[in-house]
């Protein structure tokens, strides 16, 4: 595998993709990415940010991990106050950490926006994760997940559990959506599947991945 450091991530990850013609294949985190791994006729090439780059932009976080103040921070902060700024994630999408000091790196709790309605620049991908749980606050944001059927709208108060490495993917949003994930660890991998199509033929709600269900809860209208 090469390695490539670069000041700009998204300006060389947009050289290598439109440019050179290699493909996507992992960011790491998705909330502010700081790899990325794409290929091309075999060859692997790994992009990697700057400190320098990573020092200027990317959230920091303490080795802190008292759960009082944990569940202290669970309330959404005012935005841009002090380590809760907003950065730019994958897919065109807005996070900001609820949880600061992420447990040590053991949890994220990330508040997501989806700032443009319409359809979202998002593809087949699944996360390298022990546990994950994503519910939405606010608009409506259309997703399709592997094996449970046709693709549905989150809407306000919805909620679902993402086993570990199902396939799943955004498709279309309301300007301003905004959800609220919850992920362990903190960081984790996100790799594209260039193979899969959404929704799948098959229908089974009771498929385990690496042993755990999808769940999805609709709120009472």
Not at 35 to 54: D, F, H, I, Y
Not at 67 to 75: A, C, I, N, R, S
Not at 113 to 126: A, C, F, K
Not at 159 to 171: F, G, K, S, Y
């Amino acid at each position: 595998m090469r390695r490539v450091k670069c000041n700009n991530l998204e300006e060389a990850v947009d050289e290598f993709v439109n440019n050179l013609g290699y493909r996507l294949d992992m960011i790491i985190p998705a909330d502010s990415p700081r790899e990325v791994q794409l290929s091309k006729n075999g060859e692997t090439v790994r992009l990697v940010s700057e400190p320098a780059a990573v020092a200027s932009g990317l959230p920091q976080h303490s080795a802190s991990s008292d759960p009082k103040e944990f569940l202290g921070q669970l309330q959404p902060p005012p935005i841009g106050a002090g380590s809760y700024r907003w950065t730019a994630g994958r897919a065109g999408m807005m996070y900001r950490d609820l949880m600061p000091d992420r447990m040590g790196g053991k949890m994220a709790v990330s508040h997501i926006r989806l700032t443009e309605g319409g359809e979202v620049p998002d593809y087949v991908h699944y996360h390298k994760i022990e546990f994950q749980m994503i519910r939405c606050i606010k608009g409506r944001i259309k997703v399709v997940y592997e094996d449970q059927g046709e693709p549905f709208w989150l809407e306000p108060g919805d909620w679902v559990i993402q086993p570990p490495e199902i396939r799943h993917r955004v498709l279309e949003c309301e300007a301003g959506s905004e959800v609220i994930e919850v992920s362990m660890p903190a960081e984790h991998e996100t790799w594209v599947d260039h193979e899969m199509t959404l929704p799948t033929t098959a229908l089974r709600p009771d498929r385990e991945f690496n042993g755990q269900r999808f769940v999805r809860f609709i709120a009472p209208k």
